[in-house]
């Protein structure tokens, strides 16, 4: 499949064998940020045959940071009660101004699976009047195994040493320290070097992708080279893996920083800079 693909194609594929299609919003877990009830909204109405990804429990539990990528042993067990195979073609959506398909996209590559975008999510299925259901299929349980990974990610002391470009994707203010940090034990700022560039202008006013062209000059116009090596990062690793997406859609390969400003802010020992990039 592609990787974005459009409401037609879908509405056309519902129930297709081996088609599973993943309700992936998110709750958020930045503070200040209005909280999102995916099971309620997704009971209230989802894609019909579509099944709730709980995209909350898809992370590592032991581990301070917010939102890391879960165990393996974890996703797997997830990825099987939802009757997910090797043979599956996976379409994700969401409901969530953050686009967290994307992350759920970015999480699934590293486990090897290979997903598309429903383009416009379900915002724009609703905009079209198409149908929505309130039943929660019970698909059988699969066997998973986690394949090759397919999406990059960069640790602490991968990003200390990186000579990528480093692409953050949170609001101008958090990124120039002009606004406070919502989270109280992270310092104003940026990591030094990187470049600006808030995640919601890889979109059109409709809520559908920018075509590549349009990628493309959206990061020459914060002061990228798109063909050169990128890494991504934000807040808490969410938002940056819109970043890798849009990478993905003009073929280049960009890994999330997943530790992100949660780290890299919080961290005693990192050198932060403030201001315009």
């Known amino acids: 499949m ?18 599973v299609v993943l309700d992936a919003t998110y709750t958020s877990t930045l503070p200040g940020s ?4 995916p099971r309620a909204e997704y009971a209230g109405g989802h894609i019909p045959g579509a099944l ?37 073609r996976v379409v994700l959506y969401d409901n969530s101004p953050h ?20 383009d416009g999510g379900i915002a724009k299925w609703k905009a079209e009047g198409r149908p929505l259901a309130q039943d929660a ?17 960069r640790s602490l002391a991968e990003m200390r040493a990186t ?3 480093i692409v953050d994707a949170r609001s101008a203010a958090r990124f120039t320290g002009e606004e406070p940090d919502p989270r109280k034990e992270c310092s104003p700022g940026h990591i030094p070097g990187s470049k600006n560039i808030p995640y919601g202008r890889f979109f059109e006013a409709d809520g559908r992708w920018k075509q590549p062209d349009a990628i493309r000059a959206v990061f020459a116009d914060a002061g990228l080279d798109p063909s050169k090596p990128l890494v991504a990062t934000c807040g808490s690793g969410i938002t940056a893996s819109v970043i890798a997406f849009a990478g993905h859609l003009i073929g280049r390969d960009v890994p999330v920083y997943d530790g992100s400003w949660s780290e890299w802010g919080a961290h005693p020992d990192t050198e932060k800079a403030l201001g315009p990039a």
């Open 99 to 118: 686009h967290t398909s994307c992350r759920a996209w970015w999480v699934l590559g590293r486990f090897g699976i290979a997903a598309s975008l429903l």
């Open 137 to 153: 299929p019970s698909p059988a349980r699969s066997t998973f195994e986690a394949g090759m990974p397919r999406t990059q990610v």
């Open 2 to 19: 592609d990787a974005l693909v459009t409401t037609d194609w879908l509405a056309d594929q519902l129930g297709a064998d081996g088609l």
């Open 34 to 37: 209005a909280r999102q009830d």
């Open 163 to 165: 000579d990528e470009q």
């Open 52 to 88: 709730l990804l709980d995209l909350d429990t898809l992370v590592d539990a032991g581990d301070p940071l917010p939102s890391m990528l879960p165990p393996r042993d974890l996703f797997e067990a997830r990825m099987a009660a939802l009757g997910i195979d090797a043979a599956s």
